[in-house]
């Protein structure tokens, strides 16, 4: 699977971040495996370390398995102010897990991010590729029982 989303793509470095986007958007639990990362380092002929070290650098990839769903809340200041922090906690209590964790049936992982560029809508999270703004608590039980529905 490794090697065909690779082939899709010029082997040339400069197309590292676009086959690491590819690679974690099919994985079923959203992230970049060591397998995928040896893959890359041979197919761009780039050392390990060096995919490692832009996996790391940018908070949208996961080495570590994730959910189906993808919870990014923005922690940066202007929705800070504007009561993320209370939206943090309502995620917690609605999910049963921390920052970082995946929810025990595999649906959600809770992330915290940098400003999402929505801060007119503050506070604003992302679920996958969807943008919610404007939240209040009751306002994220809603999203969350909409999506639980769904699944
Ligand atoms: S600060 Fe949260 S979207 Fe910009």
């Known amino acids: 699977m490794y090697k065909e989303i690779c082939a899709k793509y010029a082997p040339n470095k400069d197309n590292l971040i676009y086959i690491l986007h590819d690679i974690q958007d099919t994985h079923p ?27 790391t650098f940018y908070s949208m990839y996961s080495t570590t398995p994730r959910g189906k769903n993808i919870i990014r809340l923005c922690e940066s200041p202007p929705c800070y102010i504007k009561g993320s922090y209370n939206i943090l906690r309502k995620l917690k209590t609605l999910l049963g897990v921390g920052v970082g964790e995946t929810t025990k049936d595999g649906n959600f992982t809770l992330e915290l991010c940098a400003c999402l560029g929505v801060c007119g809508n503050a506070p604003v999270m992302m679920i996958n590729d969807d943008v919610y703004g404007d939240l209040s608590e009751e306002k994220v039980e809603d999203i969350i029982d909409k999506i639980r529905g769904r699944n």
């Open 29 to 55: 639990q959203h992230y970049v495996s060591s397998e995928a990362v040896h893959e890359i380092s041979e197919y761009l002929t780039l050392p390990e370390n060096h995919i490692y070290g832009v996996l």
